[in-house]
């Protein structure tokens, strides 16, 4: 499915999608991009009553802010109390790079970052938290759903066979379950 624009507004289609797709194939680990929690939560309570396993993937700590979680507290207790992990970590295409890319002017993790994103940010987003999860030990390397958006909320989902990040080139895109046309 293709949205026409991005954004927020996709979140509740983009979460059934991901419900139904991963229910039919037998896929049970869902992540979820949520910087302050909102779109994990949402994610959790849809999905209450089935076999998911659904990992809310956070910016890291410091990620705007030294020292500063953008994760609210209490989004991340009521995330955990539904069952849901949270994962909380070093972005793989941002983090270094990002510090090498101001004083260098360039980094191999911003190439990456930037192909990804001619598919959008959403998929960026979805192939790192796959990258990220597996390095944590947090999901298998076989096929999970990644859910993630552009801005805030949730407008694109693919299924991905994950890899950790020493083996970044192995992870494979296997579909695009939904994404936005327009980004």
């Known amino acids: 499915m ?15 999608i991901v419900r139904e797709e991963a229910t039919k194939r037998g896929i049970q680990y869902v992540l979820v991009a949520s910087t302050t929690g909102n779109t994990g939560l949402k994610a959790l309570k849809m999905f209450k009553e089935t076999n998911l396993k659904p990992i809310v993937v956070s910016h890291n700590t410091g990620f705007k802010q030294p020292g500063i ?16 992990k949270v994962l909380t970590s070093t972005m793989i295409l941002r983090s270094l790079g990002t510090a090498i890319r101001g ?12 192909t990804l994103r001619m598919m959008g940010q959403g998929t960026k987003v979805c192939v790192e938290m796959a990258a990220m999860a597996a390095d944590a030990g947090l999901i298998p390397c076989e096929n999970i759903i990644a859910v993630a958006g552009t801005g805030r909320g949730a407008d694109t989902a693919l299924i991905i066979e994950a890899n ?20």
Do not use: C
């Open 2 to 16: 293709y949205f026409e624009k991005a954004g927020y507004e996709n979140t509740d289609a983009t979460l059934k």
């Open 69 to 84: 979680q953008e994760l609210d507290t209490t989004m991340r207790e009521e995330i955990e109390k539904l069952g849901g």
């Open 103 to 114: 004083k260098m002017y360039y980094s191999q993790e911003q190439i990456i970052a930037d």
């Open 164 to 183: 950790s990040s020493n083996r970044f080139f192995d992870i494979k895109i296997k579909e695009v379950l939904v994404k936005p046309k327009n980004f």
